[in-house]
T-cell receptor, first 117, second 113 residues
Framework: GAVVSQHPSRVICKSGTSVKIECRSL??????MFWYRQFPKQSLMLMAT?????????EQGVEKDKFLINHASLTLSTLTVTSAHPEDSSFYIC?????????????FGSGTRLTVV | QQQVKQSPQSLIVQKGGISIINCAYE??????FPWYQQFPGKGPALLIA?????SEKKEGRFTISFNKSAKQFSLHIMDSQPGDSATYFC????????????FGKGTMLLVSP
């Protein structure tokens, strides 16, 4: 089955520093990758959609200069939280789409717990 | 505007019982309805999904019932087990501008031993 690997699973960083989260599709080529943010006991909130080789499309209210997304290949997308602050602490989840196979084929990574101190 | 409404917010079921979670959608552009299971600290995992051309889909203890005219679908977990305790999200996706997943708010299920 389709596997999406997300790394790291947990990260603690100091306020003002930047953190990079990687999302890899291990056994398929992902035409599109998505980044979500999830607060405790809440649903997933879509932050941005990225297509390989093009700029990411950010959802309304998401700061593109703070959350930098790069989708350089069909198997790798990265989310960089720049100048992180405590309010950026959250659970970040990526998803990869194999559009055209088995329906919409969304597979999620295992998530990254970011804590900014 | 919430496009997928999910209920209940939380649910407690005895072991062996039936867990039922309901969702309703508004947009007829949706044409694929997956259910995801999420354990604490993990990403969501696809549980089962249905397209609107069928009224029911069953996979093991999990069944989706779909009512296209009412724009409602539900997840039934038969013989619920403590290991089923998790948060369940319904979702919908479609074409023409609705190609990203729209999630319900989630249901926290607790199956008591």
């Amino acid at each position: 089955g389709a596997v999406v690997s997300q790394h790291p699973s947990r990260v603690i960083c100091k306020s003002g520093t930047s953190v990079k989260i990687e999302c890899r599709s291990l056994d398929f080529q992902a035409t599109t990758m998505f980044w979500y943010r999830q607060f405790p006991k809440q649903s997933l909130m879509l932050m941005a959609t990225s297509n390989e080789g093009s700029k990411a499309t950010y959802e309304q209210g998401v700061e593109k200069d703070k959350f930098l997304i790069n989708h350089a290949s069909l198997t790798l997308s990265t989310l960089t939280v720049t100048s992180a602050h405590p309010e950026d602490s959250s659970f970040y989840i990526c998803s990869a789409s194999r559009l055209g196979r088995a329906g919409y084929g969304y597979t999620f990574g295992s998530g990254t717990r970011l804590t900014v101190v | 505007q919430q496009q997928v409404k999910q209920s209940p917010q939380s649910l407690i079921v005895q072991k062996g019982g039936i867990s039922i979670i309901n969702c309703a959608y508004e947009n007829t552009a949706f044409d694929y309805f997956p259910w995801y299971q999420q354990f604490p600290g993990k990403g969501p995992a696809l549980l089962i999904a249905i397209r609107p051309d069928v009224s029911e889909k069953k996979e093991g203890r999990f069944t989706i019932s779909f009512n296209k005219s009412a724009k409602q679908f539900s997840l039934h977990i038969m013989d619920s087990q403590p290991g089923d305790s998790a948060t369940y999200f319904c979702a919908a996706v479609g074409n023409s501008g609705y190609s990203t997943l729209t999630f319900g708010k989630g249901t926290m299920l607790l199956v008591s031993p």
